[in-house]
C-alpha cells in the first residue's frame, strides 16, 4: 500500500485466503486490506495516538438510513455524553475529493448531526465545523484534540 501523509504506524497484518488483512482495533477483527481501508485504519490511529480520543469513543463502519436507503459511515467519534462529535468520510488515495465528498458527509450529517467533520483520501484531509444556525460549515485546519 502506498505511504499517506499520517504519521507511521504500527498495524498487524495476516495473509488468508490469498488477501491481505489487517487489523481494525476498534471491530477487534481482520479486514481485508484493500485502498480505502488503509486510510481507514490510519485516521483511526490518527485519532487515537494523535488526538489523543479514547477507543472506546470510536465507532467504525456502521450502517444508517438515509431516505429509505442503507449507507455505511466511515467513523464517528463519540464525545463523553455519547453525542457525535467526528463523522469521517475515508476514501481510497486515488480518488479525488470534491464538492460531491462534502456532499455525501453532509447528507450523513443531516441525520447524525456531528459537530465536525473530516474528509480525508490519506493524502489531503479538510475539516470542519458545523454551525447548524446558518446551515454551513467552516473550515478548520486542524480537528481538535479530545478533551476530558
Not at 13 to 35: C, G, M, T
Not at 41 to 67: A, D, R
Not at 119 to 132: A, E, I
Request: a positive charge; glycine letters at 2%.
Amino acid at each position: 500500500m502506498q505511504p499517506l501523509n499520517f504519521p507511521t504506524y504500527d498495524f498487524r497484518f495476516k495473509n488468508s485466503e490469498n488477501k491481505i488483512h489487517i487489523f481494525d482495533a476498534i471491530r477487534k477483527k481482520f479486514v481485508v486490506l484493500q485502498p480505502e481501508e488503509w486510510v481507514r485504519q490510519h485516521t483511526v490511529q490518527f485519532l487515537i495516538m494523535e488526538k489523543k480520543y479514547p477507543k472506546s469513543l470510536i465507532n467504525v463502519e456502521k450502517q444508517l438510513t438515509i431516505n429509505s436507503l442503507k449507507k455505511r459511515y466511515d467513523i464517528v467519534v463519540f464525545d463523553q455524553k455519547g453525542n457525535i462529535s467526528i463523522l469521517v468520510e475515508c476514501k481510497a488515495p486515488k480518488i479525488t475529493i470534491t464538492q460531491q465528498t462534502f456532499d455525501q458527509i453532509a447528507r450523513y450529517n443531516m441525520q447524525l448531526k456531528a459537530n465536525f467533520l473530516m474528509v480525508t483520501n490519506g493524502l489531503q484531509h479538510f475539516y470542519c465545523k458545523m454551525d447548524y444556525t446558518q446551515e454551513k460549515y467552516h473550515f478548520l485546519e486542524y480537528i481538535p484534540d479530545f478533551s476530558r
